[in-house]
């Protein structure tokens, strides 16, 4: 429902129009760059050097331009806008490269042993913060045995791979379950004392005195340091080299950039690469709880994120005061731990057009929350049409995940999954999205609703019995109740699913309930206490649909969808063939979604009005009498090549 438009006296709407433009008669445009100086006012003629100068003066409804150069500092803004109308712009320049790095550049370095070099860095560099002290800890980490720091160092702009052993630099022994082994040889450790840090790297051939040689010094590139920073705009930079801690979901999630618990960002047209841990993040504070688990043992990781969730309700977790950003079109990569994280803080967000990959390749170290994008309470997020590749898991819905949207993205080459949906009741929507990795999805979850997707994975469900998580008032933060998993409940409609051709694994699923099940096809739901709603799904090449399933089509022909990347341009190959066009499909709305079992919200739109899934991946508006199965409205006949991204 739209706002009634206010009605006001003429000579009151007269003061306020003056107001008004005598406010924008006076935004100011502060300009930033590399040959200006932080003694200058900001003009164009006479430019600040520093981004963190002009930050300092901005108010709301300002512009801060940076022009072309490289800029090595952390943005910590003092201060948001105060509306969407009068907000706090910090853009590049148009046409220009401007590029913000929390690095600095490290010379002198002195032969140590055969290919290795040691460099003295005095700590002075540092300040307050060293990330060759700082370790990687937090809730769900995983350091795979060994101790790991937030710096790193870089060699024309790669990244080397620490080692927590200095003979491991003098030797270093390649890793062999990554995709680029022979980068794992160029390894670096460091240590400190009360005034240097030392760091020795092995350089094998190159001499780092005559290459471009960086390491970590900054925690982040741009994070405020207090919550409430709202109605922020970070457009068109290049963002690299940050030294982040573990964004935990009980954590202060701190990323290469970071809302920090605000309002209102946009994040637009950036590329965003190279963090230790995590690249964007819409995550929580400090104040509610930071890594509460590591810190208390006694009480599970469940509980304990139960009780930070009362407690950010307790701090205004609410429509009005967090979350509502836009991330869109920027490219996120070389993330180590997740491409855009945000526990609790991405509520009633959209993020769309991103292209995001090279997530957590180096494998140094693990954890729970890693991710293309890592949501916990994407209450009524939209995510949309994202090209997320070589990230690990793909999506990661983890805990309230209600009125969620994910439609029209495109995932493959993903290693663990391309989308998991943990402890979340619905009801959300997943719907004309191209799922090509091994594990199309992983289902720990009740309440979706999944519609005209290619899924060419296989499935896995599982149940949750002993965890209880939260549900939610429709539209809203406000808790509902809590709830565990039983699995199922969920809608799969207008689907197509293609198998790998093999009969079915040993043992049969015939007479048996396991707690978990995975393969090609809705079959490994049979088993689930709670019972799916289908129709109009195809199945090819051997994936089996769910018990009792009626209208479905199976055929064997195998469509053999492959992923083309030409010239900045991904087309998908397949072959449908013309039978699988004899579907029985039908149009999806709120009306045949129904309720979800838990919750007992409908499928709807975030402003409540009822929900009809009438357009595909491109969205191109579908036919009701020639609807087709799968992502595609009309994909067309025989063999396709499919212009995805």
């Given at each position: ?396 819905m983890d805990w309230m995940a209600q009125g969620t949207r994910i439609t029209g993205n495109l995932l493959y080459a993903n290693t663990t999954d391309d989308l998991f949906v943990e402890v979340n009741h619905g009801p959300f929507l997943v719907d004309n999205n191209v799922f090509l990795s091994g594990l199309s999805l992983s289902d720990m979850s009740e309440g979706g609703a999944y519609v005209h ?193």
């Amino acid at each position: 429902m739209f706002p009634t438009r206010c009605k006001v006296p003429g000579r009151v709407a007269s003061c306020l129009a003056f107001v008004c433009a005598a406010h924008l008669a006076y935004a100011a445009e502060y300009h930033v760059a590399a040959a200006g100086s932080d003694q200058n006012g900001g003009s164009a003629t006479r430019p600040f050097r520093t981004i963190s100068a002009a930050a300092r003066v901005a108010q709301p409804g300002d512009t801060i331009t940076v022009h072309e150069g490289t800029y090595r500092e952390r943005v910590t803004p003092p201060r948001g806008g105060d509306s969407d109308a009068r907000r706090i712009v910090y853009q590049a320049a148009p046409g220009e490269k401007v590029m913000i790095k929390g690095s600095e550049v490290v010379r002198d370095w002195k032969l140590f042993a055969p290919g290795v070099w040691k460099a003295v860095v005095p700590n002075s560099l540092f300040g307050a913060y060293n990330p060759y002290k700082d370790l990687i800890v937090g809730d769900w980490f995983g350091a795979k045995g060994r101790p790991h720091h937030t710096g790193e160092v870089y060699l024309n702009g790669k990244s080397l791979f620490e080692t927590h052993l200095l003979e491991r630099v003098l030797q270093p022994q390649a890793l062999t379950d990554i995709v680029d082994v022979e980068g794992s040889t160029y390894t670096w450790f460091a240590e400190s004392d009360d005034r240097f840090t030392y760091i020795y790297a092995n350089f094998h051939d190159r001499n780092p005195n005559q290459e471009l040689v960086e390491i970590n010094v900054r925690d982040s590139c741009f994070y405020p340091d207090q919550p409430g920073r709202n109605y922020i705009t970070i457009r068109g930079f290049q963002m690299a080299h940050a030294a982040t801690q573990w964004a935990a979901p009980t954590a202060e999630q701190i990323g290469l950039i970071g809302t920090h618990w605000s309002k209102g960002w946009i994040i637009e047209d950036n590329a965003v690469s190279d963090s230790k841990c995590a690249c964007i993040s819409l995550g929580k504070e400090r104040k509610t709880g930071h890594n509460v688990w590591v810190n208390d043992p006694r009480k599970d990781g469940a509980t304990h994120y139960n009780e930070v969730i009362l407690r950010a309700l307790q701090f205004g977790w609410s429509r009005e005061n967090i979350g509502s950003h836009i991330v869109r079109n920027n490219t996120i990569f070389n993330c180590e731990q997740a491409g855009i994280v945000g526990s609790l803080g991405a509520v009633f967000s959209q993020i769309t057009n991103n292209h995001i990959y090279n997530v957590w390749t180096k494998r140094q170290f693990n954890g729970a929350e890693m991710g293309g994008i890592k949501l916990h309470g994407a209450i009524d997020v939209l995510i949309q049409h994202n090209r997320i590749h070589h990230a690990g898991r793909g999506l990661w819905m983890d805990w309230m995940a209600q009125g969620t949207r994910i439609t029209g993205n495109l995932l493959y080459a993903n290693t663990t999954d391309d989308l998991f949906v943990e402890v979340n009741h619905g009801p959300f929507l997943v719907d004309n999205n191209v799922f090509l990795s091994g594990l199309s999805l992983s289902d720990m979850s009740e309440g979706g609703a999944y519609v005209h997707n290619l899924m060419a994975g296989r499935i896995l469900s599982r149940p949750e019995p002993t965890r209880s998580t939260p549900y939610h008032l429709p539209h809203s933060t406000a808790l509902a109740g809590l709830n565990s998993t039983t699995g199922g409940d969920n809608r799969f409609y207008n689907n197509i699913f293609i198998g790998n051709g093999a009969p079915p694994a040993a043992p049969t699923e015939t007479g048996t309930n396991p707690l978990r099940f995975g393969g090609y096809g809705l079959w490994v739901y049979n088993h689930r206490e709670l019972p799916l709603f289908t129709g109009g799904n195809v199945y090819f090449k051997g994936a089996r649909g769910y018990t009792g399933e009626t209208g479905a089509l199976t055929l064997a022909a195998d469509p053999a969808p492959a992923i083309v990347e030409e010239g900045g341009h991904v087309y998908l190959r397949l072959n449908l063939g013309a039978d699988f066009r004899t579907a029985k499909t039908r149009m999806v709305d709120s009306a045949l979604l129904k309720n979800a079992k838990v919750s007992a919200l409908p499928y709807e739109n975030g402003d409540g009005s009822p929900l009809v899934i009438d357009t595909d991946y491109f969205g191109k508006k579908r036919n009701p009498a020639t609807l087709l199965a799968g992502p595609f409205a009309d994909p067309g006949q025989g063999s396709l090549r499919i212009e995805v991204w």
